[in-house]
């Protein structure tokens, strides 16, 4: 089980990840090969100030 205690890859990516991207809180390391196998996502800047606002 992941550290928020999500563990279902399918529903976390289309529940989560997605909604988090849209909102702007993380951002793909490789935006220009999104399906790449190495893909990996951070808070983006407005994430981070989000985690210090409620951190």
Avoid: C, D, W
């Amino acid at each position: 089980m992941g550290i928020m205690g999500l563990s279902h890859r399918p529903t976390f990516r289309k529940n989560y990840l997605r909604s988090a991207m849209s909102a702007g809180l993380v951002e793909m390391t490789r935006p220009k090969s999104p399906t790449a196998k190495n893909q990996k996502y951070r808070l983006s800047v407005r994430g981070r100030e989000m985690v210090e606002e409620l951190g």
